[in-house]
């Protein structure tokens, strides 16, 4: 039993604090009630941000916050206008320049076999999958838990529409100024959701 309680805990899912304090950088400014409302969750927008918060947090805030910044859009509209803000405020950041150099770099094709990497920058818990789909030159992409953490009873999907948007800007700004991503399937019990990449 004593051995047992010396035990490491396992790794915990999180999403990183600099991605979410892009992600309110990306919906500011931020009314008193939107602040009141992410304090709930343990977020407080006017102090320094921890290093890392529970997974749960990050699609919390997203749709929190999709809600609250752009309350005239329906609920997936205004997540995908959060996601290709996200994505603007992200390369605006020392890491997100890095990243977008790198993409220019090597081009889209390479950063989207390249994503799962690339996603590991916003947290720890999310991997990716890429499958020519044939004759049409595009993708299909699939974004799941990393295997440790596929039964973490905590571990939830991103929002499908922000994530459209912000892949929609980040392949567009790497060298695909007309690349389309679609949403195919999503599976919120699962933390599934595949898209079609057209670049």
Same mark, same amino acid.
């Given at each position: 039993m004593a051995l047992a309680l010396t035990r490491a805990p396992g790794r915990e899912p999180v999403?990183?604090? $600099?991605? +979410?304090? &892009? +992600?309110?950088?990306?919906?500011?400014?931020? &009314?008193?009630? &939107? !602040?009141?409302?992410?304090?709930? !969750?343990?977020?407080?927008? +006017?102090? /320094?941000?921890? &290093?890392? $918060? /529970?997974?749960?947090?990050w699609p919390q805030s997203i749709q929190l916050l999709a809600a609250t910044t752009l309350p005239h859009l329906e609920r997936e509209e205004a997540e995908y206008e959060l996601g290709l803000r996200f994505g603007q405020a992200f390369i605006q950041a020392r890491l997100g320049t890095a990243l977008q150099d790198f993409a220019q770099v090597v081009g889209p094709e390479k950063m989207l076999l390249r994503l799962a990497r690339s996603l590991r920058s916003i947290n720890n818990f999310l991997d990716a999958s890429v499958t020519p789909t044939g004759d049409d030159g595009g993708w299909e992409l699939s974004l799941y838990p990393v295997r440790e953490f596929l039964d973490h009873p905590r571990r939830r999907a991103d929002p499908p529409h922000f994530m459209r948007g912000l892949l929609t800007f980040a392949f567009q700004h790497s060298g695909a100024p007309t690349a389309r991503v679609t949403l195919t399937r999503h599976d919120d019990a699962r933390a599934v959701t595949t898209f079609h990449v057209g670049l």
């Open positions: 999403v990183f604090g $600099y991605a +979410l304090e &892009t +992600l309110l950088s990306a919906a500011a400014p931020l &009314t008193e009630l &939107t !602040q009141k409302a992410l304090e709930r !969750q343990g977020i407080f927008a +006017l102090r /320094p941000l921890h &290093t890392a $918060y /529970p997974c749960a947090v």
